[in-house]
Nanobody, 123 residues
Framework: QVQLVESGGGLVQPGGSLRLSCAAS????????IGWFRQAPGKEREGVSC????????YYHHSVKGRFTISRDNAKNTVYLQMNSLKPEDTAVYYC????????????????WGQGTQVTVSS
């Protein structure tokens, strides 16, 4: 059974930083695409980032590009999302997702996800 546990969310002021973690079990992270999506209140889910294990490419949604960085620690079977220069519009529940992929139109797909971690950006 795939298990994903997100952590690291919290309340931060605009311009601040947070580092989200996703601890994975039930599979070897190194052999799967993995990424993050988010959902703000009243809005649809939005793909944030995805790493491709086959070609090492990385996707970022245009709204976070240059501010967020996804990384992996294969030894710890953990994926991270470093979020810098946070904005109020980044407020959402953030979910780690396995087998993420993004098609040519920008549609974000995934297979499994965790319980999520709340990120609130407010002054």
């Amino acid at each position: 059974q795939v298990q994903l546990v997100e952590s690291g969310g919290g309340l931060v002021q605009p311009g601040g930083s947070l580092r989200l973690s996703c601890a994975a079990s039930g599979f070897t992270l190194d052999y799967l695409n993995i990424g993050w999506f988010r959902q703000a209140p009243g809005k649809e889910r939005e793909g944030v980032s995805c790493t491709n294990s086959r070609n090492s490419s990385t996707y970022y949604h245009h709204s976070v590009k240059g501010r967020f960085t996804i990384s992996r620690d294969n030894a710890k079977n953990t994926v991270y999302l470093q979020m810098n220069s946070l904005k109020p519009e980044d407020t959402a529940v953030y979910y780690c997702a396995t087998n993420c992929r993004v098609d040519y139109s920008g549609t974000y797909y995934y297979d499994d996800w965790g319980q999520g971690t709340q990120v609130t950006v407010s002054s």
